[in-house]
């Protein structure tokens, strides 16, 4: 089945530090990647879509500035927390979309991000 | 490992019937979370359910968790076009297991 992987999986890092997650479909092709974080004991959200070779398209409330996603190959999105801040502790998860037909989402494993 | 089936797997009603849809844990879930998922878009949140017995409802849609904590139902009366999706069920994995997802109910709604 279709497999999409995550790094770091989890990343510790300083406030005002800038931390860049990998977001990798490894045996199919994703034109659209999704972007969740979830806080703990908390649903997920989706935070944006990224379509490749365009700009992401980013839910109310998600700063694009401070969350920048890439999308430069059918393989590949990046999502870059700029600046973090304590409060952007999070579960962050990609999903990719399959064109099958289904509309079927497979989910990365998540990167823990926790920032002191 | 925790598993999350839902049924039916596809579902067409005519616009304004209601119509109920089923999501069953292998284990006890501790948060169940309601998802919809339209063409091309992200998974959108619809409602979380914490306790046993729990019933929430947001407009037409009214989720239920059972005393067991081990079902769930998603209720949708007098179903619109714009219910059509796709409806997936969630759970938590525990610890760093990622997170467990039904294989989704597809909804049609016919004029």
């Known amino acids: 089945g279709a497999v999409v992987s995550q790094h770091p999986s989890r990343v510790i890092c300083k406030s005002g530090t800038s931390v860049k997650i990998e977001c990798r479909s490894l045996?199919?092709?994703?034109?659209?990647m999704f972007w969740y974080r979830q806080f703990p004991k908390q649903s997920l959200m989706l935070m944006a879509t990224?379509?490749?070779?365009?700009?992401?398209?980013?839910e109310q409330g998600v700063e694009k500035d401070k969350f920048l996603i890439n999308h430069a190959s059918l393989t590949l999105s990046t999502l870059t927390v700029t600046s973090a801040h304590p409060e952007d502790s999070s579960f962050y998860i990609c999903s990719a979309r399959i064109l099958d037909g289904l509309e079927t989402q497979y989910f990365g494993p998540g990167t823990r991000l926790l920032v002191l | 490992s925790q598993e999350l089936e839902q049924s039916p797997q596809s579902l067409i009603v005519q616009e304004g019937k209601n119509l109920t849809i089923n999501c069953t844990s292998s284990k006890t879930l501790y948060g169940l979370y309601w998802y919809k998922q339209k063409y091309g878009e992200g998974l959108i949140f619809l409602m979380m359910l914490q306790k046993g017995g729990e019933e929430k409802s947001h407009e037409k849609i009214t989720a239920k968790l059972d005393e067991k904590k081990q079902q769930s139902s998603l209720h949708i009366t007098a179903s619109q076009p714009s219910h059509a999706g796709i409806y997936l069920c969630g759970a938590d994995g525990s610890g760093n297991t990622p997170l467990v997802f039904g294989k989704g109910t597809r909804l049609s709604v016919i004029a």
């Open positions: 990224s379509n490749e070779g365009s700009k992401a398209t980013y």
């Open positions: 045996d199919f092709q994703a034109t659209t």
